[in-house]
């Protein structure tokens, strides 16, 4: 009894220093799902949809929450994000559960995204459907993943909500703002 009991302060440290150290570990945990569409009249739910336009060669975009007051893309344990990719021709959109807040397309996971450039930032409201837009390849720098203009090219949100369907009603077209600062990057592992 008087080992366990000499033990008990190291074993606790040690619980305490592999909680700690949960992100370095098993990696930060992401809040976001991809989804669908809520059935008309259930409750409020957040998510954020986006079409791919994989027409110029396969496209690979990911939006990731920002806080514009730190500058915090997230960290070492939580790392809320999009992940979509598409490679076929057309539209194709994407619908995901997410935490309300700010979101800024990601350099780390997008095709093509040149870092320090602007970088369009879109609020997601909390119990809203918002639609941020479609993402194709552009041109110009090549291969870089890049916003339709005024996210109304061939229909925009009006295309979304035909294509998505039943529940779409109720999407709304995302506030877009430029991006606040930069963001803080983050190293996990040891």
């Not at 992100?23 to 009249?41: D, M, T």
């Not at 090549?142 to 109304?152: F, M």
């Not at 979304?160 to 077209?173: R, V």
């Amino acid at each position: 009894m008087r080992q366990i009991v000499r033990r008990l302060p190291l074993v606790l440290a040690a619980i305490l220093l592999a909680a700690s150290l949960q992100g370095c570990f098993f990696g930060p945990s992401n809040s976001v799902r991809l989804s669908a569409l809520p059935k008309p009249g259930a409750k409020p739910v957040t998510r954020l949809i986006y079409g791919l336009d994989a027409s110029n060669g396969s496209l690979a975009v990911a939006l990731t929450r920002y806080d514009e007051a730190t500058g915090d893309a997230g960290n070492c344990s939580r790392f809320d994000h999009t992940e979509a990719e598409s490679s076929g021709t057309g539209i194709t959109y994407f619908v995901f559960d997410v935490p309300p807040g700010t979101y800024i397309m990601s350099f780390y996971y997008s095709t093509g995204y040149l870092a320090g450039t602007d970088a369009p930032a879109f609020t997601v409201p909390s119990g809203k459907l918002v639609y941020a837009g479609d993402f194709s390849k552009s041109t110009e720098p090549p291969g870089a993943a890049t916003l339709h203009p005024l996210r109304l090219e061939r229909g925009g949100i009006d295309a979304a909500k035909a294509t998505l369907g039943t529940g779409s009603e109720a999407i709304t077209l995302a506030e877009m703002k430029p991006m606040v600062g930069r963001t803080n990057a983050f190293l996990c592992g040891l």
